[in-house]
């Protein structure tokens, strides 16, 4: 379940354009480096001080959930959380406790293709790339017995506890609860109109952006070119790839998204593209999805309030009754303006 930024396939259109399209905002942006990518916000219709002043404050408040939700960082709570494994409960930040309470909802209610104790498969994999030898049944089995239901308690009072040999990775979900505390801080600050896009596959749109109508997006196609373009207003995107890293064992090419239920990688090439009323939903829903496949998945994201989402393989492109109404989805976009020659988008 680990989110890879720089192969994520979203383009932005408009944000470069912003201050073409509406000479009147002014426009502030910045990209800098956090949680093993780059986070860019653009925000209009600030001045140049209070705009600066706010870009230090949010990418402030981002290094702080970094301390807490990185699993690369030794120092930070989730490393400490890993590394009490076996022990006795442990108390929880705040912002920890909320995150793993809302990934354990969102476990059950994808009946576990969304599992963030998949830290010892995303562990055996790891080692097997370096290696390069495929886990024998043994390894697979030890892996197996620290992931799933039993992995992870939540206590009252904000006490966890992690089984023996259990790990916790956050990576599908921490981008989009740092974004979704970043939306919260734009709307207490009034700002008309800002664009957060983390490592291209986690984004939140605030405002009407550079047009009345939203925040303009392109969607690449896994196969090349652009698959279409969606228009965004206070709403949160993710869009998640099961090739979009990869690694090579025994030479067989073996994606970075992993099936919890199973502990098997991805092996199909497809894309995932979920909107929701918040960031974190949308990193999990996108995740879940491809781990389930179309069929399944778009079923599933169908019961869900407020959420919509298109899947995109080699075979074609498929959509949930609502996508086109909430996303303003116009297909056949390509980098030369032309259509792109990808399969038509429909259910």
């Not at 706010?54 to 981002?62: H, M, Q, S």
């Not at 030890?142 to 990775?169: K, N, W």
């Not at 497809?270 to 990193?283: K, L, T």
């Amino acid at each position: 379940m680990i989110r890879t930024a720089l192969l994520v396939p979203l383009v932005l259109l408009a944000a470069a354009l912003a201050s073409a399209c509406v000479p009147a905002a002014h426009e502030t942006f910045d990209g800098r480096y956090a949680m093993g990518t780059i986070l860019e916000i653009t925000v209009l219709g600030l001045g140049e001080g209070p705009g600066e002043t706010l870009l230090e404050e949010l990418y402030a408040e981002v290094a702080r959930r970094e301390a807490v939700y990185s699993r690369h960082d030794p120092q930070s709570e989730l490393a400490r959380l890993n590394r009490s494994a076996g022990g006795a409960p442990w108390l929880a930040s705040a912002a920890l406790f909320e995150l793993l309470r809302s990934a354990e909802t969102w476990r059950q209610q994808s009946g576990g293709a969304f599992d963030v104790t998949v830290g010892a498969w995303v562990e055996l994999w790891e080692r097997a790339a370096e290696r390069d030898r495929v886990p024998d049944a043994a390894e697979r089995a030890s892996a197996e017995s620290r992931v799933g239901a039993g992995a992870l308690r939540l206590f009252a009072l904000r006490e966890v506890a992690l089984a023996a040999g259990s790990s916790v990775d956050l990576d599908a979900i921490a981008k989009g609860a740092t974004l979704d505390v970043l939306a919260a801080k734009l709307a207490e600050a009034q700002v008309p109109a800002a664009l957060l896009n983390f490592g291209q596959s986690s984004y939140w749109a605030h405002g009407s952006g550079p047009s009345s109508e939203g925040w303009r997006l392109a969607l690449r196609h896994p196969s090349g070119g652009f698959a279409g373009v969606i228009t965004l207003r206070d709403q949160a995107l993710s869009v998640s790839a099961s090739l979009g890293q990869s690694s090579e064992i025994a030479g067989r090419r073996y994606g970075h998204v992993i099936d919890p239920r199973s502990g098997e990688p991805l092996l199909r090439d497809a894309e995932a593209a979920v909107i929701a009323p918040s960031a974190s939903a949308a990193d999990a829903i996108s995740t879940a999805l491809l781990v389930l496949g179309a069929d399944a998945g778009l079923a599933w994201v169908e019961t869900l309030r407020e959420c919509e989402a298109m899947w995109i393989d080699g075979g074609g492109a498929r959509e949930t009754s609502g996508w086109r109404r909430r996303t303003h989805f116009t297909p056949q976009v390509s980098n030369e303006g032309q259509d792109s020659g990808g399969p038509e988008v429909g259910q």
